[in-house]
């Protein structure tokens, strides 16, 4: 079991930016992935984001397309969630997720991990 760490959630306002961090331990596997999902109050939880860890390889949501990113820190065991251009909607708990691999991770299928989730508030 991969055990999940979050942190940099908060407040602020439409159109600014936070950055969300996830430390990984007791990760197996090259085919390791890692990413963000997010649930909003009344809404089912939604992927946003995932990265490969051998190659790198990202995948976003259609709804944070261009407005996020998402990397790694192979040293640190660390996936990382830019988010820029807020808005109102994107207001959630976000959650880091791990998984054997990245088609897992998106689908939700395989041996997926989860933090404990951080609040984003985006005021508008």
């Known amino acids: 079991q991969v055990q999940l760490v979050e942190s940099g959630g908060g407040l602020v306002h439409a159109g600014g930016s936070l950055k969300l961090s996830c430390t990984a331990s007791?990760?197996?596997?090259?085919?390791?992935?890692m990413g963000w999902f997010r649930q909003a109050p009344g809404k089912e939880r939604e992927f946003v984001a995932g990265?490969?860890?051998?190659?790198?390889?990202?995948y976003y949501g259609d709804s944070v397309m261009g407005r996020f990113t998402i990397s790694k820190d192979n040293a640190k065991d660390t996936v990382y969630l830019q988010m820029n251009r807020l808005k109102s909607e994107d207001t959630a708990v976000y959650y880091c997720?791990?998984?054997?691999?990245?088609?897992?991770?998106?689908?939700?299928?395989?041996?997926?991990?989860w933090g404990q989730g951080v609040q984003v508030t985006v005021s508008s």
């Open positions: 997720n791990a998984n054997i691999g990245l088609a897992a991770l998106r689908s939700e299928t395989g041996r997926p991990s």
């Open positions: 990265i490969a860890w051998n190659d790198g390889y990202a």
């Open positions: 007791g990760r197996t596997g090259r085919s390791f992935a």
